[in-house]
């Protein structure tokens, strides 16, 4: 299996701050079509995880701007470029080169 | 936009058979796989498996011994059946459709294994 490493595991944030969130994985997520096959999900306290990014970059629909993916082959980031209240739970990014499909152990962004 | 909405007991004996089934609504289920993934409480997300609308099925290795799953394309709806469960298999349970733009999830359903 694809093993998934995030870090931090706990990002205390400033509003108005930046935060970036670190995944990489075991091999690369790079296929020959020229896509990484990494997401990144947010969930929300009491809610089920909701999609961030796929494709490594692109965001989902609805999603708001200050949120960014970055990275290839297996170093992959999620940048927040100002944190809002809105934006504390726990960050996964997951795998989809292949099955089964692995997630990172969880970041936890609060609130300073 | 597609909702999806697990369903079932959320109470499972040791040693019984843990069943769910996922609703799709708002569109159609055929032309996706779907997937079910679970997560213990306080802990992080494990894929147990996905099926195609045709019917094929991509299990994770770790659970394959004892998974099923199932797809009702008249009633846009697919299962997942959990053999054998003990106390460890207790998590709440997601659904979600599995396309090239990502997951989408319902709500969860939270399955107790107790006696």
């Known amino acids: 299996d694809i093993v998934m490493t995030q870090s931090p595991l706990s990002l205390p944030v400033t509003p108005g701050e930046p935060a970036s969130i670190s995944c990489r994985s075991t091999?690369?997520?790079?296929?020959?079509?020229?896509?990484?096959?990494l997401d990144w999900y947010l969930q929300k306290p009491g809610q089920s995880p909701q999609l961030l990014i796929y494709?490594?970059?692109t965001r989902a629909s609805g999603v708001p701007g200050r949120f960014s993916g970055s990275g290839s082959d297996t170093d992959f980031t999620l940048k927040i470029s100002r944190v809002e209240a809105e934006d504390v739970g726990v960050y996964y990014c997951m795998q989809a080169l292949e099955t089964p499909f692995t997630f990172g152990q969880g970041t936890r962004l609060e609130i300073k | 936009q597609v909702q999806l909405q697990e369903s079932g007991p959320g109470l499972v004996k040791p040693s019984e058979t843990l069943s769910l089934t996922c609703t799709v609504s708002?569109?159609?289920?055929?032309?996706?796989?779907w997937s079910w993934i679970r997560q213990p409480a306080g802990k992080g997300l494990e894929w147990i498996g996905r099926i195609y609308t045709s019917g094929f099925t991509d299990y994770n290795p770790s659970l394959k011994s004892r998974v099923t799953l199932s797809v009702d394309t008249s009633k846009n709806e697919f299962s997942l059946k959990l053999r054998s469960v003990t106390a460890s298999d207790t998590a709440v349970y997601y659904c979600?459709?599995?396309?090239?733009?990502?997951?989408?999830w319902g709500q969860g359903t939270l399955v107790t294994v107790s006696s």
């Open positions: 494709l490594g970059s």
């Open positions: 708002g569109g159609s289920i055929s032309s996706y796989y």
């Open positions: 979600a459709r599995d396309g090239i733009g990502g997951l989408a």
């Open positions: 091999q690369s997520l790079l296929r020959s079509n020229g896509y990484n096959y």
